[in-house]
């Protein structure tokens, strides 16, 4: 629940300050005074509408809300800002978060009651509740759904490796003679790992064969004055075996390098270059020799592949039947179980609805193809007709009977509920109905109202006034004799009359 809010600099609102207790909270006060943008702005603090304030923070406790990202343990209080300066900043426990990430954290908790938000009679929603239901009713749809789920999960694979399979066959003479194609190109040059670097260094001493040659013919003149070297070392005394050493090194290095020059007598240069761009062709497209190896490899594999493609098929045509008959039979034995949920939820649902002045609801099951919902497709009527045709009246009240027959099966999470003027242009009786209502489910949410009628105000459990002057809007929490004062104006407007005042009293004690 909400425990407190705190804005600042927010339009009209120089300053707001407020906290609150469970069960339901109301609004009231003059049209243009500034309600719907107090409730805005308190919903705007969990990323749930345009962030209009300066400052605002917002505390929560008793969410049971367990979230690892943000370090929150089902018991902690949650902490919620927002700063709004050249940008809006959020920020959760005094982590900085997302407008996003608030958005899908807050939708866990608080739900905004208005006329653009249908989701809770779309289909899957409803299946969801029918499910929560069923669960509650019997344990065996536990056990039955997970079956089903476990199942399905198996089908979806095999659909899809089917599909790719049957994608490849349509285009499976192309596919084989692309990798074909590309296993030859790379066979046909056979390339070797390291070749292209043992061809480049003999391309290399080829440039430079005779110039090294007669750099060694030049050179040699040297070893021919060896032994007189010697001679005279051996006349000095001197040791002159290093001479000895370094002449014969040089000698072998000469000869070693004019071996490797005479190998090079036959081969063909123009071989070599035309070697070497091939070779850098496929290096330029793969990287290196041993990557284009690897591809030549990959290549092999998929047109081995290809030819086992039709055993494939079979084998996947045969798990797919297997389980679609397998799925199918778990889909309807669910469909069973939702058929007595639906009718279960809408006997309370009719039951709230003649409260509000309302009846006929139904919900109505029909088989569509199978998805990951089952075979079901659920849609809800009320007289006859689609809710679409309905008045805005009638969809309020009839979204409020829907809430308050899960909330008393316990199959939807506790949280908060906000409604902007739930009870607008509605009679006293029905005003009275959906005060009546809302009694019963703020026993499951915590309810945030703004109100134009005195049924449903006389039975909060808060009552706040907001009011405007010169221009500032204000909000305080009433007490009792406030209440009967705000009650009686709304009752018989600005000239408050003694019979308004009995009245709102006579609310009041009952």
Do not use: W
Not at 13 to 28: A, W
Not at 164 to 169: C, F, S
Not at 248 to 268: A, G, M, P, Q
Not at 431 to 460: E, G, M, R
């Amino acid at each position: 629940m909400i425990n407190r809010i705190y804005l600042k600099d927010c339009l009209s609102f120089k300053e707001v300050d407020l906290e609150f207790k469970e069960g339901l909270n109301v609004f009231t006060g003059p049209s243009g005074a500034g309600k719907s943008i107090l409730m805005q702005a308190i919903l705007s603090l969990f990323s749930l509408s345009d962030v209009k304030s300066s400052l605002g923070e917002v505390s929560l406790i008793d969410s049971k809300i367990k979230d690892e990202a943000y370090d929150i343990e089902i018991d902690d209080e949650i902490i919620i800002k927002t700063i709004k300066k050249e940008k809006v900043r959020f920020f959760l426990n005094n982590q900085s978060i997302s407008k996003k990430n608030l958005n899908s954290f807050s939708s866990t908790l608080i739900k905004h009651l208005n006329l653009k938000d249908t989701s809770d009679f779309q289909s899957t929603k409803l299946i969801k509740f029918l499910d929560s239901l069923a669960l509650k009713r019997d344990k065996r749809f536990s056990s039955l759904k997970e079956e089903f789920d476990s199942k399905y999960e198996d089908l979806a694979k095999s659909r899809k490796a089917l599909k790719k399979i049957l994608e490849d066959e349509s285009k499976l003479e192309d596919l084989k003679e692309f990798a074909k194609f590309e296993i030859d190109k790379i066979e046909a040059i056979n390339p070797q790992v390291e070749e292209y670097e043992e061809l480049n260094l003999i391309k290399r001493k080829l440039a430079k064969k005779d110039k090294i040659e007669d750099a060694i013919k030049n050179a040699n003149g040297v070893l021919n004055f060896n032994s007189q070297v010697s001679t005279a070392l051996e006349l000095m005394e001197e040791d002159s075996s290093f001479f000895d050493e370094a002449i014969n090194e040089l000698n072998n290095i000469f000869e070693k390098f004019s071996d490797s020059l005479y190998e090079l007598e036959d081969v063909n240069i123009e071989e070599v270059l035309d070697r070497i761009e091939k070779l850098s062709s496929l290096q330029k497209r793969f990287g290196s020799i041993a990557e284009a190896i690897e591809y030549k490899e990959t290549k092999k594999k998929e047109l081995e592949s290809y030819e086992n493609i039709s055993f494939e098929k079979h084998q996947l045509e045969k798990k797919v039947s297997k389980y679609s008959e397998e799925v199918i039979l778990l889909a309807q034995k669910i469909s069973s179980f939702r058929l007595e949920s639906a009718a279960i939820l809408e006997k309370k649902i009719n039951y709230y609805l003649k409260f509000l002045y309302l009846s006929n609801a139904k919900i109505i099951i029909n088989n569509k193809e199978l998805d990951s919902n089952g075979i079901d497709f659920i849609n809800f009527e009320l007289n006859g007709v689609n809710l679409d045709t309905i008045s805005s009246g009638e969809f309020n009240r009839l979204r409020l009977a829907l809430l308050t027959s899960m909330s008393e099966f316990d199959i939807v999470d506790n949280g908060v509920l906000f409604l902007d003027e739930i009870d607008a242009n509605l009679s006293g009786k029905e005003s009275d109905a959906i005060s009546k209502v809302l009694t019963k489910l703020s026993k499951s949410y915590q309810i945030f109202a703004i109100s134009h009628q005195p049924q449903l105000t006389s039975t909060s459990e808060q009552h706040f006034l907001v009011d405007k002057h010169a221009g500032i809007s204000s909000v305080k929490l009433l007490t009792d004799k406030q209440r009967i004062s705000e009650i009686a104006r709304m009752i018989s407007g600005e000239k408050i009359t003694d019979q308004a005042v009995d009245f709102a009293k006579d609310l009041l004690n009952k």
